[in-house]
């Protein structure tokens, strides 16, 4: 697959503090930062490095993360940092995101890492229950901000039930957590140290399908990118598009294809899931009169319907036609069907002409 | 301190021999050829295939307690390699049965006329120690009773006491250091009472009055205090196990002089966060007490109905942990006990598990009838004879420590400070409105400022849907 829209300078965040200070976003020329071609578990490689060398305080642990992780993100982490800050664990995600959880309620960044998002459910209540209520249950007495859980999720063409899941709706849903999608190397990398940094416990899915497939020019300094602020990667009138992950790719592909047939297609990536940025969202649906949303996850209660409600509500009068969801089927991720139930480049293509024909 | 150390070796080798149990109580080397099972009989009934006679093995109290393994000078030859270690093997099939024919004894200092057992092990405590947990003991007693009474008339919404606890409240909590992180489960106020939260506190917390530090967000009970290193209380159930695991391993890290301290009913052992914490403690040789109270009662599942094991104390074990089974009604063998094994645990930076064994003589909570499901008398004899509030004031007062009239004035100051302190906390201020929408997030997002906004309109406009006294 291609790289992702690197022929854009887009906006990045001038390098924030470990504590997480306030970000500026100023639009930087490609060619003045040191860049380096990186795929992106090497991106993220990066983050851990970086958040584990301006913290102190900060730990990486997991299932296999010592050797360097079963996707090779957390290489040459316990050789530099030593086994006391990265580590394995006991095969036990409860376990794991309550270990977590008790480390960063004294003040410490814990950064654990779920294997599979398939497998983040024994965790469910430690997220739920637990982190997410930390700090509002204590009236701010505690909190477990430092908490950042990376997990890998999503389609990678051969996954089947267990390999492939997109989560992200049931903690989208849970007051107290942010979620976090990243769409390539680059963005990874500054979003989750965002997401380390900020002081609120983060769910953080990594595409696992670009892990190999993506490649793109990372800058190899700190930077951060702000989380809560979608972005307009692709400017167009017709008609907004709405994803996030590996998914944007599919839908750029569209855009393209849409864009030989006459039709201008706005493309936002939303990059935080939860809390979301109605503001950009709404805006461009107030220009284009048209939204596609598209996510792999399961259509019925997937976080589409999120942004279809809310942009109902806000946008009602400005819509020319219903709001699209292209989503996964209402099925267990299946093993020989993928290609079937997956929201296809077509699948997506059909629906905005749809929707622009309405 | 460092008489401490030589009284808590020689503590420990007696506590080794008084409860005739072999060495893996205290000190467990692996490199020895000594066997690390403890002393099992092995009375399981061994069947050969179809063609044989079965034969029945039945041992006494074995003098080597090596029953899986071959005998020492063979052992060279014996020993098979595997990931784990090496292992030594046997030719004889045996199953380790599923319990020992004796259950782990349980220690105890004081007898139940309140006299201490001649020879016992214990950690001597002052005068000044024992007044004062014996102080605590009756305060908890008296909060317990006058805020049950208050859900009663309606003026809390829902109580639960520690009735026939007071002793593993108590006395565990007189035997940690004030560093000592603590994630109690619920059944647990007499740690913080004892820490120095004032009944006025506990009153606000249950009243959810805006002097309530955890802003009126709770139920009742579920008290908190950064203050007092004293975790807030949640009520999912041993959620806090692999976090204090974690806490410990903070505290480690810091190299404090400090543990994690966590509380566990018995039926919160069944849960899988307590095998999570007590495995994630053990791999990651975190200082960490676990403190079981095991009495008797999850709601209304006896534990016949929670667990076939041994009680808690035998799971230790299984996870590489030192236990002890202690009487959780005797105020000096907690103190002892946790003192003991709160050393072990920052001194050798590991988890120890200690089971409680107490009664719950309450009711699980106000909104629970225990009669329902178990017969008055079990709670009555509990309540009266196996009282460890009574039990520990009678060893006070045999050493003169303790007075009739002590017992009435305190008695009646404490009762005099309770009603005050939910009469003030009743009509304290609330909450103001906008503590619904803090704290979910660090700084408030933008849907919560719409959100609040929003509900600001609502009550204004119309009032009389909403409880007075929430001002905007």
């Known amino acids: 697959m291609a790289s992702l829209l690197s022929r854009f300078c887009r906006k990045v965040a001038v390098p924030g503090s470990a504590h997480g200070a306030r970000m500026v976003s100023t639009t930087t020329s490609c060619g003045s930062e040191t860049v380096k071609s990186l795929n992106l578990y090497s991106a993220i490689n990066q983050a851990l490095h970086i958040a584990l060398e301006t913290d102190p305080r900060s730990y990486v642990f997991g299932e296999d993360v010592g050797f360097g992780g079963v996707f090779r993100c957390t290489t040459g982490l316990a050789e530099r940092f030593g086994k006391n800050r990265v580590f394995n664990t006991p095969l036990c995600e409860q376990g794991i995101v309550g270990f977590g959880i008790g480390l960063a309620a004294m003040g410490n960044r814990a950064v654990v890492e779920i294997q599979f998002a398939d497998y983040i459910y024994p965790a469910f209540d430690q997220i739920v229950n637990e982190a997410a209520k930390f700090r509002y249950r204590s009236g701010n007495q505690f909190n477990c901000g430092g908490l950042t859980i990376r997990a890998p999720y999503g389609a990678v063409?051969?996954?089947?039930?267990?390999?492939?899941?997109?989560?992200?709706?049931?903690?989208?849903?849970?007051?107290?957590?942010?979620?976090?999608?990243?769409?390539?190397?680059?963005?990874?990398?500054?979003?989750?140290?965002?997401?380390?940094?900020d002081p609120n416990p983060v769910v953080f899915f990594e595409p696992k399908w670009l892990y190999r497939q993506a490649v793109e020019e990372v800058p190899e300094h700190d930077y951060m990118i702000p989380l809560s602020e979608a972005e307009v990667i692709r400017e167009g009138n017709d008609i907004t598009l709405v994803g996030w992950g590996a998914q944007l790719t599919v839908m750029e592909q569209a855009c393209l294809d849409a864009e030989k047939e006459g039709i201008s297609c706005e493309l936002i990536d939303l990059k935080t899931l939860l809390p979301w940025d109605k503001e950009t969202v709404e805006a461009s649906v107030k220009k284009t009169g048209r939204l596609l949303i598209s996510h792999e996850a399961p259509v019925t209660g997937g976080f589409g319907a999120e942004i279809s409600a809310t942009i109902l509500e806000r946008c009602f009068l400005k819509l020319e036609a219903p709001v699209s969801r292209v989503c996964g089927l209402d099925t267990p991720f299946p093993l020989v069907f993928e290609p079937f139930y997956m929201p296809t480049k077509n699948k997506i293509l059909d629906a905005i002409k749809s929707t622009v024909n309405y | 301190m460092a008489i401490w150390f030589a009284r808590s070796r020689n503590l420990v080798s007696s506590l080794r021999q008084n409860l005739g149990l072999s060495a893996i109580l205290i000190k467990r080397n692996y490199t020895s050829p000594r066997p690390v099972f403890t002393n099992y009989q092995l009375s399981s009934r061994v069947f050969l295939n179809p063609f044989t006679s079965f034969r029945h093995?039945?041992?006494?109290?074995?003098?080597?307690?090596?029953?899986?393994?071959?005998?020492?000078?063979?052992?060279?030859?014996?020993?098979?390699?595997?990931?784990?270690?090496?292992?030594?093997?046997?030719?004889?099939?045996?199953?380790?049965?599923?319990?020992?024919?004796?259950?782990?004894?349980?220690?105890?200092?004081?007898?139940?006329?309140?006299?201490?057992?001649?020879?016992s092990d214990h950690v001597p405590v002052s005068e000044k120690l024992a007044v004062r947990m014996y102080e605590q003991m009756a305060t908890l007693q008296v909060m317990d009773h006058i805020f049950y009474e208050a859900q009663r008339q309606g003026r809390i919404s829902f109580y639960l006491t520690s009735v026939g606890e007071e002793a593993i409240n108590i006395a565990s909590a007189a035997a940690l250091s004030p560093e000592d992180v603590?994630?109690?489960?619920?059944?647990?106020?007499?740690?913080?009472?004892?820490?120095?939260?004032?009944?006025?506190?506990?009153?606000?917390?249950?009243?959810?009055?805006?002097?309530?530090?955890?802003?009126?967000?709770?139920?009742?009970?579920?008290?908190?205090?950064?203050?007092?290193?004293?975790?807030?209380?949640?009520?999912?159930?041993?959620?806090?196990?692999?976090?204090?695991?974690?806490?410990?391993?903070?505290?480690?890290?810091?190299?404090?002089?400090?543990c994690a301290v966590t509380f566990i009913g018995d039926g919160g052992t069944s849960e899988g966060d307590f095998h999570a914490g007590l495995n994630f403690a053990a791999v990651m040789e975190a200082p960490v007490v676990f403190i079981c109270r095991n009495n008797g009662w999850a709601i209304s599942t006896h534990i016949s109905e929670q667990f076939r094991s041994d009680g808690i104390v035998v799971k230790g074990q299984a996870y590489g942990i030192r236990s002890i089974r202690v009487d959780g009604n005797d105020a000096l063998a907690v103190y002892s006990a946790v003192r003991s094994a709160r050393e072990m645990a920052v001194t050798e930076q590991r988890p120890v598990l200690i089971e409680m064994m107490t009664y719950r003589v309450g009711h699980h909570s106000t909104s629970d009838d225990s009669t329902k499901y178990r017969e008055a008398d079990e709670i009555q004899y509990w309540k009266m004879s196996?009282?460890?509030?009574?039990?520990?004031?009678?060893?006070?007062?045999?050493?003169?420590?303790?007075?009739?009239?002590?017992?009435?004035?305190?008695?009646?100051?404490?009762?005099?400070?309770?009603?005050?302190?939910?009469?003030?906390?009743?009509?304290?201020?609330?909450?103001?409105?906008?503590?619904?929408f803090n704290d979910v997030y660090d700084v408030k997002t933008k849907n919560l400022e719409e959100q609040e906004h929003g509900l600001k309109e609502l009550v204004e406009k119309q009032p009389q849907d909403y409880p007075p006294g929430f001002h905007i």
């Not at chain 1, 942010?178 to 979003?191: C, T, Y």
């Not at chain 2, 009055?209 to 008290?223: C, E, F, L, S, T």
């Not at chain 2, 209380?233 to 204090?244: D, E, G, K, N, W």
């Open chain 2, 57 to 119: 093995e039945s041992t006494a109290v074995e003098t080597q307690p090596d029953l899986v393994q071959q005998s020492d000078h063979e052992d060279d030859a014996q020993e098979l390699d595997f990931p784990g270690g090496k292992v030594g093997y046997t030719s004889e099939m045996k199953f380790i049965p599923e319990s020992s024919s004796r259950r782990i004894p349980c220690y105890r200092v004081l007898n139940e006329h309140g006299s201490i057992i001649p020879n």
């Open chain 1, 157 to 197: 063409g051969h996954g089947g039930h267990y390999h492939s899941q997109s989560p992200e709706a049931f903690f989208c849903h849970v007051p107290g957590i942010k979620v976090v999608i990243p769409r390539s190397p680059r963005e990874a990398k500054g979003l989750l140290l965002s997401s380390i940094r």
């Open chain 2, 386 to 436: 196996r009282n460890p509030v009574n039990r520990f004031k009678k060893w006070v007062e045999d050493n003169g420590w303790w007075s009739e009239e002590d017992e009435s004035k305190l008695r009646s100051s404490t009762r005099k400070q309770l009603l005050q302190a939910i009469q003030a906390a009743e009509k304290w201020e609330k909450q103001p409105l906008t503590e619904l």
């Open chain 2, 182 to 258: 603590v994630l109690p489960q619920y059944r647990e106020p007499g740690v913080l009472l004892w820490r120095g939260f004032t009944l006025e506190e506990f009153a606000n917390q249950c009243f959810g009055n805006k002097a309530d530090y955890g802003k009126g967000r709770q139920m009742p009970i579920h008290y908190g205090s950064n203050q007092h290193n004293y975790f807030t209380v949640s009520s999912p159930i041993a959620t806090q196990l692999p976090q204090a695991a974690g806490v410990g391993y903070a505290l480690k890290m810091e190299k404090k002089n400090a």
